[in-house]
């Protein structure tokens, strides 16, 4: 397992245990402790959590979902994999929205290689990235969520969003079911992407393998509800497509 996919594993036992001793996470990561150890400083460098009495505890209480600091390296060639296959989709003078997620931000790429795009997104690193290789953008006005300082929430993106019509909606999802469910695992950011998906005439799932037969607190959309799927692998044999398009 890679440090950050560590990391990202810390943070979710973090959301189901108050405290957790380096022994346990050594023994259940299966890692040394010294490899423990050197996450954890990571991780509280950045703020996420304090180590505590031979382990560690949440910064500021139990932590939701993995920053994008960490997210964005998690996985990093399956997402520009992932990318490259649904920029088949893209075309000349569209409307795009980007969702929040690391996925959809390595769509950016491709979307500069096309003229007179349009993009919405909540995601600030994704605005900045895209503006940058020249592409028309904006940034969903809204407040920062206290899991991350780099996307945007509430109600104010949420109004404007109401403004928004989309040709495409790329977007992730933090798991997806043996049922085909998606879910989100915030309530704030699961509010907004269920208005993306409204806001656009086609829908395309972004998702890595690591998401697959998992589930969260927030449900999103079914797969079924959408029109395409783009994935690093083929799907479980659990998950049953009637509708959407598996590129």
Partial sequence: MKTNEREEQIISLLREQSFISVQELAARLYVSPSSIRRDLRRLEALGIVKRNYGGVVAAGGNPTAPPVAIRGEVNKAAKRAIAKKASLLLRDDLSVLLDDSTTAAAMVEFLAEHRGITLFTNNIETALDATA???????????????????????????????????????????????????????????????????????????????????????????????????????????????????
Avoid at 156 to 180: K, P, Q, R, V, Y
């Fill in 133 to 247: 290789r020249g592409l028309r953008t904006y940034l969903l006005g809204g407040a920062l969520p206290t899991d991350s300082a780099t996307v945007t929430v509430g109600s104010f993106a949420l109004d404007m969003l109401l403004s928004i019509h989309a040709d495409l909606c790329f977007f992730s999802t933090s798991a997806l079911s043996d049922t085909g469910d998606l879910f989100d695992s915030t309530e704030a950011h699961n509010l907004l992407r269920r208005e993306m998906l409204r806001r656009a005439d086609t829908r395309v799932l972004l998702c890595d393998s690591s998401k697959f037969l998992r589930t969260s607190l927030y449900k999103s959309a079914h797969i079924d509800d959408i029109e395409y799927v783009c994935t690093d692998a083929p799907l479980p044999a659990q998950i049953t497509v009637k509708k959407a398009k598996i590129l």
